[in-house]
């Protein structure tokens, strides 16, 4: 990997993160993980040896794509369990937010309980469009092959085949605008998340 | 970027890489793969045209083409940099059609060593251990002392004290190699598997009625209107099975075990049943059901009529000496089964815990006529149902299968779906004769374990097994080895093999033990060893193996062994000719396969591949690379010109007994009574279930350096029931302790064991029981588990499902920032 997450979030408190447009990443998105990279945007950065299995110490290639800054959603229409499908960051990538009733890594808003993902099964690409529910926080289990991503861990694999965690879209709050400024992971059919399809729009 | 990072962007292989095509390392399912491999610095387009994958990206849901970031990684070959991307073969026709794979199979490429990445710390070199540290030493000297000790222990103390412990299943070309030269060439029958004790059957009752231990092959599973499994939750770990061939085909699932798993809630969800026995009762539910079958008159008659024995000698005129004492009749099983009055539904019912109304429910879907027709249902089960009782289970789930003719046909199959993949190959016969067991008046395989702990092994050779974790009552045998090697002087203190081989003689004839251990990593049993010698694995040789529905695939080389590692078959070749033996020469893999071709029989039969690929001037191994990820099921016979798989055994009707037929047995259920109250919690104990979560393979070898796993469960878990949770103050996340001072050892004392793990909250688990994956390092769930089989040869298999303690609340963790506690059985 390249850095854990919280390395990252050692060098992002001390060097201030920066995101692609300039945006300053929600530092609880990035708090607290292992194994997985920073978003794009961010600078090389060489971090600390360190000998655990999980975690790998070295050097973060610098990215030059740029994710647009994309309004979602307003805060204050956003009633408990309500879910905004969007696309994001291309016009070929389904993303949904979501209001969850509990606290979640990376959640913005009053109760940091308001997150977006990706919508296509990191597994082989199915919809998960319809399948979150709301009494346990989590996202599946897909149609397809039954993967289920917990929503309030960044989108991890609770049980099911996914390779990779679900793909996070970072948030970031204006007033009472909620705006995409990235994603985590690369999206399923993707080989970069803004290669090869059409990039939404950004502010 | 190492291996296992969240990328940006994965390149994609150009139209050229080279392609190797293989299976997957872990369960028993083994899916298809294809290694894409490429020099770093090159890349494919997104176009079709421009990339191997012939796919435009970005590519459409179910494609079967989208590589993962864990899909990719980058290792050194020829001491350049390539690209290698590891995917689910999207052209597969067999299997994982289309590209289906599981979250194991899926960061296969993780597994692959890179310097830069977490498998940089593999081991490369033959270590010795001198003065308590383990340090290099060339192949040379640890190939002399490992000869000489063999020589001495086998002169000094007999070729019972020599002993071998391995995997069992790590590939034909290895087995036949070790086998060859510990039965063949050391003459000793102190070698047991992995998990077992020693030699025999996993699976003695339904053996003894005739039938194949994988016989059914995937397209039954698809067939079937009605699948009663037992004892595993198939999606969770034999995946693929799950999602390719029982979801899809739509068969009604009766799921019999005492959790509630995913595939318990996706029986119910679709019409079916979970069956949630109490521990250690799973006979008496499948009794019942046999028993309510056979009172509605539902039995396959004519399959009875034909195929089953009904004659008292046809059963004492068998061959084998276990069937000729358990074998029944059709009348005599009917006696047995009708007088016995824990068999009718309010008494199973009491004693199973499961509703009389689901023991009929599962009744009817196995065998009530519809439009005049039996269902087809199939009996698929896997060691929740032989890790306990293993004789009584298996016979209780014979005579199922045998009353409903559950055998040889299309969509009626019974058959285990696998632990791991079969691998085992056979070089030599056991040597019966030299077994100290007697039973019955005649030899029988003698009980390593036993052996072991009561101090008759002088030195082991243990090749790819956590021997210790994986064996029942851990924490008794792993201090008898330490005592033994580490607490046993002298040390060695020098790296003259020399030197090195003469304290190792002066520790055995103190009493003490040398262990060799064959790894890729250090782990919690490298611990134990004197020796370590550096292994190549998955990927780093060509290698054949099956999976569980017979499947024989060359398992491709995608690049070769870090450092000085080499495969096990060398390590054996080189320390075999040491000492003088012949037959041991081999120059690769492909010489091994063909000459285990002759060998092979039975269900693992690929004889006459090798007989008509040196007919043909071929070598074996290429054949069977030609057939990429199709591959062969076995038993493999010649038609023409043609080699010809078999989907399903016994498709004759005709079974592996004397007489051809099939038989019913006998099922002592005084003898389950007996171990449940000698095995089972005390009124301040639980039941300590055990078994494998969905991300993690084995002793996590490949799962601690990949990110993905091991960022899923960075620690071993205890399932706790939300109402024991409630009573005894736990959330999810806290730091549980698990106990227990009443551990039976294999010598049939008593111990102690004790492991920690953190609290996971669902009702996955019933009250008074609790669940913990079996092999987590670190946390040994077996430190719990009985390793005494409390029984004869007649129930072989120890009951690594009996496990019992005391569980209490340590404190808290920070896990529940990180790691996901959602619920893992919502269908």
Redo the contacts between chains.
Sequence with gaps: MAMSRREFLAWGVATGAVAAGGVVIPVALLADDEGEAPPEGAPPETASPDTTAASTPQTIPAIVTLYPRVKVANVSELVPHAVVDFQYPTEETPASLFKLDRPAAGGVGEDGDIVAFTTLCTHMGCPLAGAYQPDHGVFGPCGCHFTTFDLTKRGQVVIGQATQDLPQVMLDIDGDEIFAVGTIGIAYGFRDNLADAVVVEGL | ??A?????????PPPDARVVTTACEYCPVACGYKAYIWPVGVEGG?TAAENALATD????????R??????HTVVDIDDRAHNVLVLPDPDADVVNVG?????RG??LALKLFRE???TR?RLQQPLLRVNGTLQPIPWDSAIEIIAQMIRHTVDEYGELAMGVKHYSYEFFENTFAITKFAFGALETPNVAPHHNTGGGTDTPGLDDTGVDSFSAGYEDYAEADTLMIIGTDP??TK?VAF?QWI?PGGATIIHMDPRKT?TSS?AVKNGGVHLQVEPGTDAWAIGAITRYILEQGWEDAEFVADHVTQTRAEIEADDGWRRRIMGRTWDEFRQEITSNPDLTLDRAAAITGVDAADLVRAAELLAMPVNGEQPKASLLYEKGLYWSHNYENTAALGNLSVLIGARGRPGRGTSRMGGHQRGGASGASYPMDKSPTEFDGQKVEMDCDRWVVEGNTRMVWSIGNDWVNGSGASHHLGGLLRGWTRGTDPQITSTDPARAVAQLQQRLAAGGMFIVQSEIYLNDQTEFADLVLPAATWGEDDFTRNNAERRLRLYGKIMDPPGEARPDWWAVSQVAQRMGFDGFAWADTNEIFEESGPRASGRKDYSQLVEKALADGDRAHDVLRRMGTTGIQTPITVEGNDLVGTVRMHADLSFKTTNGKSNFVFVDYDAIEQRNTLLGPNSDEVWVLTGRL??LWQSLFDD?????A???Y?TNIVEIHPDDAARMEVVSGDLMGIESDRVRTADQGTSSGAITAVAYVTDQVAPGTVFVNFHYPGSPANAVVTADAASTPINPRQPFKFGRGRVVRLGSTDFA????F??????
């Design positions: 970027m190492p296992g990072a969240s990328k940006s962007r994965v390149p994609l997104p990206f970005p590519t459409g849901p179910l494609s079967g989208w590589p993962s970031p864990n899909m590209g289906n794979h599981s979250v899926g960061t830069d990445g977490p710390d999606y969770e995946t999602t979801a995913f996706y969905n991300h601690k350096r990949k990110p993905h091991i960022s899923r960075p920032k990180s790691m996901s959602a619920p893992r059985n919502l269908a």
